[in-house]
Every structure is written in structure tokens, then in C-alpha cells.
């Protein structure tokens, strides 16, 4: 009997040292996702159409092209207008109207060189050929067209 309760003894033994011990599951930490918050763009600021550089009394456009020259107000809107027609030797005088700067450059290659122009700022160009011109604000990607005639 006692050589029983050895072998028992040592089978027992041996069944717990050779058990699968059960380890307790360490604790899941939920990881927290970046918290995204989106924020909304800053409106843009409403921006007034550029009122047309008043004319002289009494003139119509037509009479103002016989002038021989053309005023054009110059805004992040734009030109205004944007679409001039005038006489062969004879120029337009752009004015920036808003607070922004622009960049005034021209399509084509002129004796005009591009210029950067400031609230209060104007610039002159004459043209002595009869042509189709273009200008863009560079800043703004605002388009001028001048048609020169004869």
C-alpha cells in the first residue's frame, strides 16, 4: 500500500507540474482615437461689385473712346470693366480701388513691364498698335482685355 500512495503521489505530481497553468489575461488599455476637429473656413468677407471710375458728364462710352483713353478700376473682384476698347496711341490708366496688392502683368510682349500695384496705386499704358491686349492681376487671375483700333 505504500508503494500505492507513492505512485499516486507522484502521479499527481506529475499530472499538476505538467498542467497547462492558466495565466490571467492581462487588461486591454482601449487605445483612444485622435480626436479630429474639423474647423469650419473663415467666410469669405462679402466683397461689393467695384463701381465703374466715374466718367465725365454728359460723355457716352463711345465719346469716352474718342478721348483716347480709358479708366479701369482695378479690385480682387476684378477689373472693372473688364473688357476696354480704345482708339490706336492712346492708353488707359488702371487704379487699384480695394486694400490687396496685385500684380499687373501683361500676355504679350510690350514695352509694358509687369508691375506691382498697392491701394491708392495707378498705372499707365499706352498702346501704339491696333491690336487685342490682355492683362492679368497675377494674384487674383483676373483678366483685362484691351482692343486698340485704328
Known amino acids: ?16 507540474g505538467c498542467a497547462k497553468k492558466e495565466v490571467a489575461p492581462e487588461p486591454v488599455v482601449p487605445v ?22 466715374e466718367k465725365p458728364e454728359g460723355l457716352t462710352e463711345e465719346e469716352q473712346v474718342d478721348l483716347g483713353s480709358a479708366d479701369v ?4 473682384a476684378g477689373f472693372n470693366p473688364d473688357v476696354v476698347t480704345i482708339k490706336k496711341d492712346s492708353s488707359i490708366i488702371i487704379k487699384v480701388l ?3 496688392k496685385h500684380a499687373l502683368t501683361p500676355k504679350f510682349v510690350s514695352d509694358y513691364r509687369s508691375k506691382s500695384l498697392e491701394k491708392g496705386e495707378d498705372t ?3 498702346f501704339s ?20 483700333t485704328e
Open 73 to 76: 478700376a482695378l479690385t480682387k
Open 124 to 126: 499707365k499704358i499706352d
Open 32 to 53: 483612444q482615437e485622435p480626436v479630429v476637429v474639423e474647423v469650419a473656413p473663415e467666410p469669405e468677407p462679402v466683397v461689393e461689385a467695384p463701381k465703374p471710375l
Open 129 to 148: 498698335e491696333a491690336g487685342e491686349f490682355r492683362f492679368i492681376d497675377a494674384v487674383y487671375g483676373k483678366w483685362l482685355t484691351v482692343t486698340v
Open 1 to 16: 500500500m505504500k508503494l500505492r500512495n507513492i505512485l499516486v503521489i507522484l502521479m499527481i505530481i506529475l499530472l499538476v
Open 98 to 100: 480695394d486694400d490687396n
